[in-house]
DNA sequence: TGTACATCAGTGAACGCGCGTTCACTGATGTAC
DNA sequence: TGTACATCAGTGAACGCGCGTTCACTGATGTAC
């Protein structure tokens, strides 16, 4: 069993952390499957052989990555569906969350949408496993709503795993903004509120179509 | 001006076809960021330095693939599109058909999955603008639906785009199935429909909630 | 039809370069007594 | 507190390798007459 303090263990932890930020800067521009381990240690200002101290590869750090976004997305969710339950309220917080969200771990978003699909099996499978555990735990969140009487579990998943793929694309589509057409995030927003708006319509009269 | 017969245009085409076929078969299992002349040169059977009569370079390459794997996603939807338009059948053809789709050109559909928020910045946007031109035809084709009456321009545009994404994710969803998990489609087919449907009741009761 | 020349798709060798990984090392930190 | 030894994060050199790109070339196809 390691110790967790003393100055070489510290030291450690600030390395390894300083290897996950040049990572997850340089990633800001490309995808994992071409970042090099002499890339990130040069950005890091270590020397190439000292990666190797921390991470086995560079599939390896990105998993990590992996679990430390979707850990504060997961927090996320969590303020969102605690709040009140009224519909157009819990709209516009939600929209309003993923948009704070993304503007302050814009690095980190960008590197989930990037991976999602990308060429790297074990990050692959990280993210889509985390997104389907995101779905359940959306799912469960919606049980407990009154709107949700009568609703079957399935129905609950299947509607759980279309706010988490709008989520997902709303998202993306913020980080999309260019720097010097800010504007855009309105636009945005707006969309997007509708478009839960009408799926919160479609919710309402579900049973009885 | 070049002549589009001849032995030679002939033969010159045939190769180019070798080299685009060459690299989306590698691009099943990788990034274009990841992707070399030399392995592409290599699988099409020729010399490296052939690359460069056909291509400038890998972007150049992978903007060719994101005009061609979405010009059959484009014959897709006017397909669907200009079939009745009762809802119910309309989801269960639009359904069937991206599946269809996924399978008879599963490269071309992963490279765009892959590609879409990738690290190479021509391909990117080619495949952005693509997008953004597909919702745009998506909200021409709706606005001529009786059940669009009384609905703007806006509204259209953005039921169109929560269309195109819900698209493209289960177009997503189906290409993740793995080989051996195969009744896993029918799932997807399932829960893509009523989302569908779902989103169908919201816009019949978009402006009486 | 035949001939002489032009075009140009594809070749093969060559280049300099940066890569991932290994290794024995060093020196600061930790531990036992 | 002090001393002797153990640990181990980070170093710097070395390795063999495959990369992208260039170049002069060759030989089949095309064209002019």
Known sequence: MSHTSGARQA???QTRRALLDAAL??????????????EVTREA???PAGFYRHFRDMADLG???VEESLASLHGMVLAVLAGPD????????AVDVVAGHVREHRAHIRFLARERHG????VREAIGAELARFADEVAAALADQPASAGWSAEDLLMLAELYVEHLVST????LDVPEDRPELDLRISRVARRQLR???????HWRDS
């Open 11 to 13: 030291q450690k932890q």
């Open 119 to 122: 060429g790297v099996r074990p």
């Open 45 to 47: 200002g270590m020397s």
């Open 63 to 65: 998993v990590t990555l």
């Open 25 to 38: 800067h340089l990633l800001e521009g490309q995808n994992l499957s071409s970042l090099g381990v002499r």
């Open 198 to 204: 009408l799926i919160s319509v479609g919710r309402r």
């Open 86 to 93: 009224e519909a157009e309220e819990l709209i516009d917080r």
């Open 171 to 174: 998202a993306t589509a913020f």
